[in-house]
């Protein structure tokens, strides 16, 4: 699909039946395609359309009306895509968008592939790479920070960085241009300093972006809350109650559930997977042994354990403690269940949440100690978004290349300076200098914009919805 530029068109707003619907067209024929079928109200041609504005008008086939719509056109560079671009905003039935969409490729276009609208953005440089990945990030984003970061990179912040350390290459690179030519008489001339002081900062720079994506790679993490317990204990009834809906068998049956079942679960914009667990028992039956294996092998990756108990002398904590040989006391929320059926008060520890989930009672202080308990991790992540602006694995691979590769120019600097052989290695160093320098360049290109994998385009647009 890479780089065509034929006329293309698509429905741009989400499938299904809506009050508006937007169809896109973007390519060298679009305004001679749409004049075929649209006709304005001012009665003017298309061309005479001011760009940027709505304009009211009628799609018709042959004469026949199919709808009231409005259009706005942009002509090109001025467009998402670079190239003339009009959009029309028709009522959003699927008879009105199917007709007007088929009307089009009847004149001339072509049913757009997913993402082939970036594409061209980004082909006719309106947006880069990382902005192209970011757009796709932020459909993706599922909560405030996913959010925060696609949108930050959508306006350009990685993109910013990027550019300053380019002109800091570039600038290295002219240091060293300039006595590849010359000859050796002129070689002491060349101010190791002031390259070697630039390469440190640059260094660093990159140093510091790298570290704050690695040590916080929490970002799009998901919170695993692990519901665990004895059998019976209500484990599958709170789990239900949490997610507004019957997912989980309920029963008074102990060991109605048999394996994990693991759900999305937001609680103030932020993301969880919850998960019910089989409940925990001494057993010879393979099956059930099965089933509490993987509830421990869950507990492992929890962010959170809720151990449900429902009664105070359960020692179901004890048991998990000395089963992972550590304590769990950070992770544990503990939920002493089913207190309506308490005939008297129950003294339990401070900490510990009465509730029943049968009966609704408690839910909200289980949802504000989850909030509490997050909170640390949360505000790690928050400060990791402020700093952060590497969007992806991808650039982050990217970016250590051009990391390591300075790193390389610095090292073959310093053992030059210390070599006794000066002026011989002088000229080798150089060309080496310069050499390297390339490679940390295009290293940099293939996070932005210079990348000559299709592949690479093709995995990335191919992600994005049809009209995007
Ligand atoms: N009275 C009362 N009964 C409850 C409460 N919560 C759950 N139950 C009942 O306890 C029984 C067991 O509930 P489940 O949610 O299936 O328990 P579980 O922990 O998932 O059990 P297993 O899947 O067997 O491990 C059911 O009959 C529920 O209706 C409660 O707050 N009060
Ligand atoms: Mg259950």
Same mark, same amino acid.
């Given at each position: 699909m890479i780089f065509k530029n034929d006329t293309i068109t698509a429905i741009?707003?989400?499938?299904g039946v809506g009050a508006i619907a937007i169809i896109r067209i973007s390519g060298k024929l679009c305004f001679k395609i749409v004049s075929r079928c649209f006709f304005s109200k001012e009665n003017k041609k298309i061309t005479e359309l001011k760009t940027k504005t709505m304009h009211i008008g009628f799609i018709k086939q042959n004469h026949n009306l199919i709808d009231k719509v409005f259009l706005c056109l942009f002509k090109q560079p001025f467009s998402y895509t670079g190239e003339d671009l009009i959009e029309i905003y028709c009522h959003g039935t699927f008879y009105i968008q199917k007709k007007i969409l088929k009307l089009l490729i009847d004149n001339g276009a072509r049913l757009a592939n997913p993402g082939e609208f970036s594409l061209r953005s980004f082909k006719n440089g309106k947006i880069d790479l990382v902005q192209a990945e970011s757009l796709l990030e932020l459909f993706k984003a599922e909560d405030e920070l996913a959010h925060s970061l696609a949108i930050n990179n959508l306006i350009g912040k990685f993109s910013i960085f990027l550019n300053e350390i380019r002109k800091d290459m570039i600038y290295l690179n002219s240091l060293i241009n300039v006595y590849l030519?010359?000859?050796?008489?002129?070689?002491?001339?060349?101010?190791y300093n002031k390259f070697l002081n630039t390469l440190v900062v640059l260094i660093k720079k990159i140093k510091r972006t790298i570290i704050v994506f690695k040590t916080n790679n929490l970002f799009k993490k998901v919170y695993y809350l692990v519901l665990v317990g004895r059998?019976?204990?209500g484990k599958s009834t709170l789990f239900n109650l949490l997610l507004k809906k019957e997912r989980s068998i309920v029963s =008074? +049956?102990?060991?109605?559930?048999?394996n994990y079942i693991e759900e999305d679960l937001f609680i103030k914009g932020i993301k969880y997977r919850i998960v019910d667990t089989a409940g925990i028992k001494k057993t010879n039956n393979k099956l059930d042994r099965k089933g509490i294996h993987k509830t421990y092998e869950t507990i492992k990756s929890a962010d959170l354990i809720l151990v449900i108990k429902?009664?105070?002398?359960?020692k179901i904590i004890d048991k998990l403690e000395k089963y992972f040989?550590?304590?769990?006391t950070k992770k544990i929320i503990i939920i002493i269940n089913?207190?309506?059926?308490?005939k008297k008060k129950i003294i339990s520890k401070k900490k510990d949440i009465l509730i029943s989930a049968k009966y609704r009672i408690g839910l909200e202080r289980i949802l504000e100690r989850i909030l509490e308990r997050i909170k640390t991790k949360r505000n790690k992540r928050l400060n990791y978004n402020k700093d =952060? +602006?590497?969007?992806n694995m991808r650039n982050y691979e990217c970016l250590k290349k051009v990391l390591l590769t300075l790193i390389k120019i610095k090292k073959t600097i310093t053992n030059t300076i210390t070599n006794t052989n000066y002026l011989t290695t002088e000229i080798l160093s150089f060309e080496i200098l310069s050499f390297l320098l390339k490679e940390a360049n295009y290293y940099l290109g293939k996070i932005t914009k210079?990348?000559?994998n299709e592949e690479i385009l093709n995995k990335i647009f191919d992600n994005f919805c049809i009209g995007k």
């Open positions: 741009a707003t989400t499938t030519d010359f000859d050796e008489e002129y070689l002491s001339e060349f101010n059998p019976n204990v =008074n +049956i102990s060991g109605t559930t048999i429902d009664k105070i002398r359960d040989k550590i304590s769990l089913k207190c309506d059926l308490l =952060n +602006i590497i969007n210079i990348v000559s």
